[in-house]
């Protein structure tokens, strides 16, 4: 049964960086889609980001655009999400999300389109 465990968040200032990593168990390979999304507290679910694991297309949110970064470490089975120039309004729990059917339809950042969650690292930026 494949498991998602994010770590690597914490508090940090405005303009500084983390990376959050998302290690996958549970299966021989990571899954073909693997997406990072955050919800703030009394804010919707936002899709941050997806990797397609196999060509490695990304797809990214206008909001972190030129901000974050999503990469994979096959090997180890991790994701990774780098985000730099943190900003306050970055505060958020960040989950990463995993899907294993073939894609057929919908929006990458929906989070109905993905089986697999894990259970959050909080992210908090100060001013």
């Known amino acids: 049964q494949v498991q998602l465990v994010e770590s690597g968040g914490g508090p940090v200032q405005a303009g500084g960086s983390l990376r959050l990593s998302c290690t996958v168990s549970?299966?021989?390979?990571?899954?073909?889609?693997m997406t990072w999304f955050r919800q703030a507290p009394g804010k919707e679910r936002e899709g941050i980001g997806r990797?397609?694991?196999?060509?490695?297309?990304?797809s990214i949110a206008d909001s972190v655009k030129g901000r974050f970064t999503i990469s994979q470490d096959n090997a180890k089975k991790i994701l990774y999400l780098q985000m730099n120039s943190l900003k306050p309004e970055d505060t958020a729990m960040y989950y990463c999300?995993?899907?294993?059917?073939?894609?057929?339809?919908?929006?990458?950042?929906?989070?109905?389109?993905?089986?697999?969650w894990g259970q959050g690292t909080q992210v908090t930026v100060s001013s």
């Open positions: 549970g299966v021989t390979d990571i899954p073909y889609y």
């Open positions: 999300a995993a899907r294993e059917r073939p894609w057929r339809s919908g929006r990458w950042d929906d989070g109905d389109q993905y089986n697999i």
């Open positions: 990797l397609i694991t196999r060509n490695g297309v990304t």
